[in-house]
């Protein structure tokens, strides 16, 4: 509000108010002639204000008129030459002094094309000391064509008077001042379009990006230097209303994908809007006709979306203070100075309560504040993404230890031999399984399933690992060894819990122990005949109380030549698309590959769960399988 007051005041300062169409020139320093002109037409005879075109002064149906001011000059000032500067102009002018041409530029045809050679480019003119009158009193004349009617100065209040030299410094200020907001902002937007591929904020950069296009696109356009790019009306008047098209569109998408807002309606119809504006205003370029219609029902309705959209703007802003979304202040702030001098130009155009218009700077100031909110989030975003990269590094690592922490080995003996799979669901996983050799003949297998994923499962799988290496003089005994694990591990699993199947296969009395703690059956393929064993002793699972103890199933090694454990991932595999692979599918599959080699069953059996589910093995579970085969 503070800048908005400076800027207020220290442009007034410079400006004199005309109000009976005469003005006193008192030293050759620039002075305003901004305000109330005579205006004179066949149909109208009246004060108008010269700094705004007559049809928002409630002239219609005009397309020519004339402004007329005089300017009293004393005669110990008309030692030099002077000047004049006039802001765009619609659209064909002629200017006088005294009757004498001074400039004259632009035409207007009477069927309805566009103008050719237009008058609104923002520029100065040179007025000789021959063109003044012996009198003290000049009168100064604007003839202004206006295109369908709409006439008048249109662009800004940049219409001053003054000695040569020192006009030619107030038009170069000024126009430094134009192209240097404009500037500011086509900067600021290019450098937001670099970010657009960015994505985690890729969509509210793109909206930014072309907001703040469109507003420098404006800029150029309502001072008329779009003609410094090319001479041409149509080019002009698309660099002006650009920003009617896509502001409403821009601020909202903006404002909705930086606070995090969910209005799909809202979005679909500012879309809607936007195309149905940008068409409308193709249409108006093919067939100039139709600029009477757009200028007296399109574009207010535009400017009522714009403010309309300003306001859920401000709604958005508010609603991310609340919720102390970073930049969210910074936005509001920026805001808050845009529609103040939105606010001061519809005071501007409806009165002369102010003499100044301040959108330009409106628009800079509340582009460099969401800039700079889009920069602290892009800041946050990068350390956040640094951190992750860090972050996945240690996990990398982790999954590394945890890799490690598994057998480095397949078991192979003149007695059996082993082949295993492991598929975490995440980089790091919840399942384990490991071997204890006491010898060729005795050996025994382990298989177990944290619950959960990642960090915190694998966490207690490296204790897991730990304890289980702790009981090997219980390896020949299942129950005890899984009763013993339990009792260790039940202090820290807190809500975790773990299941596990422990099978000891002694080769010299020919004979299996199996025990399990809450574990999926396991599988025992027959020697003799295509038919399989479920089985599945009595236990619950570790966790479950601090004192368990475990149920163990004897059987005669001769009965088997195959085992296979395995974790509930590749049983519930496919479960997020309610097809779960299921224990009926894994038993007609393990029948279905009697003769297999172990790698050749463990490659078949991911391509028949993705093959039934739809999904890989570890996409709902980690997974994890064992394959012995006794030889």
Partial sequence: MR???????????????????????????????????????????????????WRMQNVKGVSRGVFSLVITVPQHLRTRDFGVILPPVSTSITLRLNGKVITQKGRVDNT????EHSSEMFRWYPINLEDFSSDAEQRLTLEVTGFHGAGGVFGASHIYWGGIDEIQQKFNWLLFSIVFVAAAIFVIAVFHFALVGDRTHRR????????????AFHVLGMNGLGYYLFDHFLLNAVLIHFLIA??????????LR????????????????????????????????AIPFYLDYVLPLALAAM??????????????????????????????????CVLNDVVFYYSFLTPVKLAEYGFLISAICMALALAGRLRKSTREKEELREWQKEITLAAQIQRSALPQRQLQTPYLITASLFKPMKIIGGDFFAFFEVSDRKVGFFIADVSGHGIAAALLVNMLRSVFFEQRQAAENPPE?????????????????????????????????VSQAGHPPLFFIRTREAKLDRIKPKGHFLGFSP????????????????????????????????????????????????????????????????????????????????VIDFL
């Avoid at 896509?246 to 404002?255: A, C, H, K, Q």
């Fill in 204 to 215: 509210a950069n793109l909206h930014y990006v072309l907001l703040t296009l469109a507003m």
């Fill in 307 to 340: 403010a309309l959209a300003l306001a859920f703007a401000f709604y958005g802003a508010l609603v991310g203070v609340r919720r102390k979304i970073e930049g969210a202040k910074t936005i509001t702030a920026g805001l808050f100075v845009y529609g103040a």
């Fill in 246 to 255: 896509l502001f409403p569109l821009t601020i909202i998408g903006f404002t």
């Fill in 547 to 626: 004192e368990e103890s475990y149920g163990v199933e004897e059987l005669d090694l001769a009965d088997y030549k195959r085992l296979f454990l395995y974790s509930d991932g590749i049983i519930e595999a496919g479960t997020i698309r309610g097809q779960p692979y299921s224990l009926a599918h894994l038993e007609k599959y393990l029948l279905s590959t009697l003769g297999f080699r172990q790698q050749e069953l463990l490659e078949g059996l991911e391509r028949d769960i993705e093959v039934q589910t739809g999904t890989p093995m570890n996409a709902d579970d980690d997974s994890s399988c064992i």
């Fill in 112 to 115: 309805l094309r566009y103008p």
């Fill in 481 to 513: 060894l899984l009763a013993n694990m339990n009792r260790i591990l039940y202090p820290h699993l807190n809500e975790q819990f773990i299941t596990a199947a422990y099978c000891f296969a002694d080769l010299e009395k020919k004979c299996l122990r």
């Fill in 258 to 289: 930086y606070f995090r807002l969910s209005f799909p309606r809202l979005r679909r119809v500012t879309h809607l809007y936007s195309t149905a504006v940008v068409v409308f205003l193709i249409v108006v370029a093919i067939f100039p006709k």
């Fill in 3 to 53: 800048i908005l007051c400076v800027l207020l005041f220290s442009t007034s300062s410079l400006c004199a108010f005309i109000e009976k169409g005469e003005i006193v020139v008192h030293d050759r320093s620039p002075v305003s002639l901004a305000g109330y002109w005579r205006f004179d037409t066949p149909q109208v005879s009246k004060f108008l204000r010269i700094d705004k075109e």
